[in-house]
C-alpha cells in the first residue's frame, strides 16, 4: 500500500509538472513526425543550367530523353556573346554553382558534332558541397549517357537489319557502332569544391555552428539559471544597472570561450580532415560572431524561462535537437517537405552552416551570401532584444511566469 501511495503521488506531481510531462508524452510524438519526414536522402529531380552557343540544341536533344524528362530541371542561359570558348564556359560554370544557381551546369562544346554521342557534345559541372545533389547529378548523367548509346545501338541495328534485308552485308562502319563505350559517372561529370565528394567536407563547417550552438545555448542556459538557483537574482535586480548591461556582463565570458572553441574547431578541421579555406576569413568570422550572439540570446532566454537547471537542460535539448536535423546539416534541407523545411528557415543554424559551406567550400562572397547574412544578423536582433525583454521582466518581477 506504501509504494501504490508513492506511484500516485509521483503521477500526481508528474501531472502538475507540465514542462516535463510534455517532454514525455507530448514531444516524442512531434519528433518523430517531424524527422520522419525530415529524414530523406533520396534526390528526385537535380536542377541544371545549359550554357553555351549551342545550349538550345542540346536542350532540344535532352528532352527527347525520359530520363531527363524525370529528373532535370533545364534552364538555359546563352553565353555565345562570350565568345563561346571552352575556358570562358568553364568559368561561368564555375561562378554559376558558386552562386548555387542551379545542381549542375551542362556546357554545350562549341562547334561539336549534333550527330555525336551525347556525352562528346557536353561537360557536366555539379557543386560538390551540396553533396547528395553531386552524386544524384552523377548517377543521372550516367544513366543518360547509357540511354543515349542504346539508341545509337538501336538505331545501328536497325541499318544493319535493313541492309541483310536488301541482300547486302554490313560495313565495317555498320559494326562498329555496336561497340557501346565505356559509360563512367567520374568522367562525364566534373565536381567542383569537393571532387572526392568527402562527407567530413561538408559536414565538418556544419558541426563548427554545432559546437558555437551547444556552448551559447546550454552552457549558457545553465549558467544564467544557477543565479535563480543560488538566490544571486534578487541582488542582480537591486544593481543599478540596465538588463542589457547585465545580459552582456553575464554573456561575455561564454561569448568569448564560445569564438575560442571556434577557432580550435575550424583549425582542427583544416588540419585534421583537410577541409579548405578558400573564401574571405573575415565573412567567415563575422558570420560567427552574428551567430554566436544568437546562440546566446536563445540561452539567455532559455534561462529566464527555467526555475532550475534541470529545467534549463531539457529547453535547451528541445532546441538544439531541431537544430541538427533540421538545419541541412545531415539531411538536404532541400528535400524535406515544404511544411517541415519552413521549421529549418527559422533556424539560426541553417543560416550559418550555408555561409560556412559557402566560405569554406566555395569561396562565395558576400554578393552571393547576402541574404543569408541578412536573415541571420536579423535573428541575432530579433532574439537578443527578446532576451533583454525576458530579463527585463525576470528582474522586475524576480522570477520566470
Known sequence: MRVRALIVKEFRELARDRRTLAMLVVLPIVLLTIFGYAANFSVERVSAVVIG??????????????IAQDGLDVTVLDYSAMGGSEDSLADAARSLLRDQ??????????????????????????????????????????????????DRMTAAAAVLFQSWAQGGGPSREDLSQF????????????????????????IVPGLIGMVLMFIGTLVTSIGLVRERETGTLEQLAVMPLKPSAIILGKITPYFILALADMA?????????FGVPLVGSVWLYAGAAIVFCFAALGIGVLISSVSQNAAQ?????????????????????????????RWIGY???????????????????TLSSLWPAAVILVGMATVVFAAATARMRFVLVHGGAR
Request: aromatic residues 6%.
Open 346 to 364: 527559422i533556424l539560426p543554424l541553417t543560416w550559418f552552416r550555408e555561409i560556412s559551406v559557402g566560405v569554406m567550400l566555395r569561396g562565395a
Open 101 to 150: 544557381e542551379a545542381d549542375a551546369v551542362i556546357v554545350a562544346i562549341p562547334d561539336a558534332d549534333p550527330a555525336a554521342p551525347l556525352a562528346d557534345r557536353m561537360r557536366v559541372y555539379a557543386d560538390g558541397s551540396a553533396l547528395f545533389n553531386a552524386q544524384a547529378v552523377q548517377g543521372l548523367f550516367a544513366r543518360l549517357a547509357a540511354e543515349d548509346a542504346r
Open 179 to 202: 561497340t557501346a563505350p565505356e559509360l563512367d559517372a567520374a568522367s562525364l561529370v566534373t565536381v567542383l569544391f569537393n571532387p572526392d565528394l568527402k562527407t567530413s567536407w561538408v
Open 53 to 66: 552557343p549551342g545550349a538550345g540544341e542540346l536542350v532540344e536533344d535532352l528532352k527527347g530523353y525520359q
Open 312 to 340: 534549463a537542460i531539457q529547453m535547451a535539448i528541445m532546441f538544439l535537437v531541431p537544430q541538427v536535423l533540421l538545419s541541412g546539416l545531415i539531411f538536404p534541407l532541400g528535400l524535406m517537405p515544404a511544411a517541415v
Open 264 to 272: 580550435v574547431v575550424t583549425v582542427l578541421g583544416v588540419g585534421l
